[in-house]
């Protein structure tokens, strides 16, 4: 396992983007060095002292670094992601991989084709909770499971630069920001679906809530809504009910005890996976800590050190991903159940 520090280059530096780069500041062995991003105010917002870049081309050309992370907003995911790899450099990029199949396939191609690491930032899949899910199910400790319910919402996000994510052109509405993140743990948890039928209410960022329900291959069922139509004090909340052949795991935030087990003939029983929070994420956004940001981050530079590709994420999961969120617009759009 090598000792070198690896020198880490920020491509964004709006709230995500500073999301990441505490992370990276955190994180031992790590060096948060050039940051790329046009608007002056934003770069000097970073934390630590990084070489500061207008453009990601100027700080390939330029800064030494080992790592690009991109934290654009995602109409620039390919561009600055595919630069990176082409340079020769460890790419982690934040979700979604791209808006269209296109996009992401040559995103795939430029990871192909060399040999560091790429990988798009699911947080969901290092999330304490969901982690835990994912365990209990695949070992199978409370038996198989038979559905799974999850839900995202959140007020239409006022922290973005420009307030991109309110132009369905540039960001896709709740699908590609928000929802995505339910879509992709349901691919993780629970395998490709059959086939998806979803609803949806359009608002003046373009969709702004959707609810999906799936069919498996199976007797196992799963349903997920991704909304932001909610005013700017509604809080923010992830949740979700998995029902077990033998106990039901529930999660909801704003209680003392978010993740809740359910047994025959018991009590609920609190589970509190291992503590994720090493500091604060930032102000103004909709997480309070680094939480999975913080254990992803760890991930794709342990699979750095160690010589070896990500796997509990990989692009062509991103990709699928992608698909299955499309097809799920589809859906809304004609009114049909879509089969994948």
Partial sequence: MSEKTLRVGLVGTGFMGRVHANCWVALPGAELAAIADPTAESREKCPGAPEQFEDWATMLANADIDIVDVCTPTPWHPGAAIAGLEAGKHVLCEKPMALTLPECDEMLRAGEKTSANFMIAHVIRFWAEYAYLKEAVASGKYGKLRSFTCLRRMAVPMYNWEMWTHDEKRAGGIPFEGHIHDVDYVRYLMGDPKSVYAVGVRDSTGIGQMWASYTFNDERRCSAEGSWGYQPNYPFQHAFVAVLEDAVLDLSLGRDNPLLLYRPNAEPEPIKPEPQSVGSADEGGNISDLG????????????????????????????????????????METGQVVTL
Avoid: H, N, W
């Fill in 292 to 331: 999975g940001y913080y254990k992803e981050i760890e991930y794709f530079a342990a699979c750095i050190r160690d010589g070896v590709k990500p796997s509990i994420t990989t692009p062509q999961d991103a990709r699928e991903s992608v698909r299955l969120l499309l097809a799920q617009i589809e859906s």
